[in-house]
């Protein structure tokens, strides 16, 4: 999607160990116009397969959720990153390494949100390695729901998680893929 | 707002302990709808303020903070939470009590996304004792940003921190205001 590829060309930032900063519009500070027209690349990729269930993880993928849950008209659902007391202990969890933080966490989801009848659609803002793409992938099959597919804002395509999701025949819509970047700041993007 | 209160009294559960969980439409499940009604509400409050940038606090605020900066036409800034100590000089920090999650963080927003030239709005899902908030409050003042007002989804009024943020002088718009609620669930709202 030529949109995003754009911001990121203008506004992203490329730091050593292959850490690429949109932090000024995608994750930390974040610009709703961008959230909106990824949310309707989304829509218009996966609209017509019966959607019920928006699914990310908590903190950045929440924005994209919840503007691609309005377009769909449907709930969305943020697994947690931590136990809290107002999380019931009757959840659906994965494990998760985290490329960004360097750690593991488990994410959760309660029970009460997601069935069987559910049909799934998986969105988040960046998927390197795809750990946390996969734990999502995890808690959707432990309750039974169907997988639609999967939407991406940013792949760092040279990673190779995404291309491994795909080898299962699970379709995953990724807005701008990044085959390479370097030091330099060169970031090239699979056409 | 009255379709908040009715969608508690609907949907919201009590548990002991002075625990009310919406997370069936407010903060693990979320219905967009609602989070689009609640950022209508705080534009009809805060819309002619000239606000800048909308300010919250991951990972619940994200989706109110979102669709908020939707509808003014600005971005949003969410505050990171972090375990560490070892705060980098380029960030803005305030150090936040958790009610629900029973300990202490530091919450940090980069310095490069909040000036002197910014009219800041705080939103949030929830108020109670007003930790967060305050401590989104001291990150706008470190940032010498003008603090326009304060929009909050849901207050508990019992527990004080909203009337003590008022008794600053501050513009503090919660939507629904709870002023008792026990434990068989009957929940009072401030009229």
């Known amino acids: 999607m030529r949109f995003l590829e754009e911001r990121i060309l203008k506004d992203g930032k490329v730091f050593p160990g292959n850490i690429l900063k949109v932090d000024s519009f995608l994750n930390h500070q974040i610009d709703p116009a961008v959230i909106r027209e990824i949310a309707e690349a989304f829509y218009q990729r996966f609209g017509q397969e019966n959607v019920t269930k928006i699914l990310t993880v908590e903190a950045s993928g929440v924005a994209i959720a919840v503007m691609t849950a309005g ?15 107002n999380l019931s202990p009757d959840v659906y969890s994965a494990s998760v390494d985290s490329f960004t933080h360097g750690n593991t966490s488990q994410i959760r989801v309660s029970k009460s949100f997601l069935s069987p009848e559910d049909r799934v659609l998986i969105v988040d803002d960046f998927l390197a390695l795809g750990n946390a793409t996969r734990g999502l992938m995890q808690i959707t099959e432990e309750a039974g729901a169907t997988l639609v597919g999967i939407g991406i804002a940013i792949e760092k395509g040279f990673q190779g998680g995404g291309d491994e999701i795909r080898k299962k025949g699970i379709p995953l819509e990724s807005l701008a893929v990044i085959d390479s970047m370097d030091d330099e700041g060169n970031i090239v993007f699979r056409s």
Do not use: I
């Open 71 to 85: 377009r769909f008209g449907v709930p969305m659902v943020f697994a947690k990153k931590s136990q809290t007391k």
